[in-house]
Each structure stands twice: as C-alpha cells, then as structure tokens.
C-alpha cells in the first residue's frame, strides 16, 4: 500500500530553520514526484514546493522562493523540504503528497493523490 508520512515539524524562532522529512513506502520517489503544502487554521491548503521525477525542484510559491528548498534521496526513498528565514507567517500543518501520474508537479491540490497525515510547524518567539 502506497504511504506517505511527514516528520520533522516543531517550534522554531523566527529567522531559524526546520528540515522536514517526508518517508515514502510502497512505491519508489525515483518515479514520482513530490510535493509540500501547507494549511494554517482557516485557510485553503496552499502548495509550497515540489520536487520532479528528475530531482530537479520544479515548483516554489513565490512566498518561499529563497528561503525554502527540496532534495531527495532515492535510496532512502525520503523528500526533505529545507526552510530557513521563518517567518511566523510559515506557521501551519505541512503536508506531503505525491504527484499524480502523468500530471507535473505544481501548486495545485488537484494535480496530487496520496497525502500523509502532516506535522506541525509553528514560528513564533
């Protein structure tokens, strides 16, 4: 059975930085895409960032481009989304999901499947 789980959310100071970790069974990250997306209390799920079958990141909001950035390992079949400069607007559940097939990474919740349940990452002093 095809999963997804996120980890690595908690509380940081604003100006820190958080690596949150997104572990994938049941299928293998080298043939899909991945992506990240948030939702903070009252708000619609928004797409951060997105990582393409080549590992080249194809897609940032611009409210992170800069400050957030994704990698992959295939053979530990883990996406990390690396953010830096938080902002206590960054505050929210952050989710991962994989790219549905034969559609391309985006910022769009349609174009994604398989989600986990997300980690809590709250910026504040």
């Known amino acids: 059975q095809a999963q997804v789980a996120e980890s690595g959310g908690g509380l940081v100071q604003p100006g820190g930085s958080l690596t949150l970790s997104c572990v994938v069974s049941?299928?293998?990250?080298?043939?899909?895409?991945i992506g990240w997306f948030r939702q903070a209390p009252g708000k619609e799920r928004e797409g951060v960032s997105c990582?393409?079958?080549?590992?080249?990141?194809?897609y940032h909001a611009d409210s992170v481009r800069g400050r957030f950035s994704i990698s992959k390992d295939n053979a530990k079949n883990t996406v990390w989304l690396h953010m830096s400069s938080l902002k206590p607007e960054d505050t929210a559940v952050y989710y991962c999901?994989?790219?549905?097939?034969?559609?391309?990474?985006?910022?769009?919740?349609?174009?994604?499947?398989?989600w986990g349940q997300g980690t809590q990452v709250t910026v504040s002093s």
């Open positions: 049941g299928f293998s990250v080298e043939w899909t895409g």
């Open positions: 990582i393409s079958i080549s590992g080249r990141s194809n």
């Open positions: 999901a994989t790219v549905k097939r034969d559609h391309l990474c985006s910022g769009y919740v349609d174009d994604y499947d398989i």
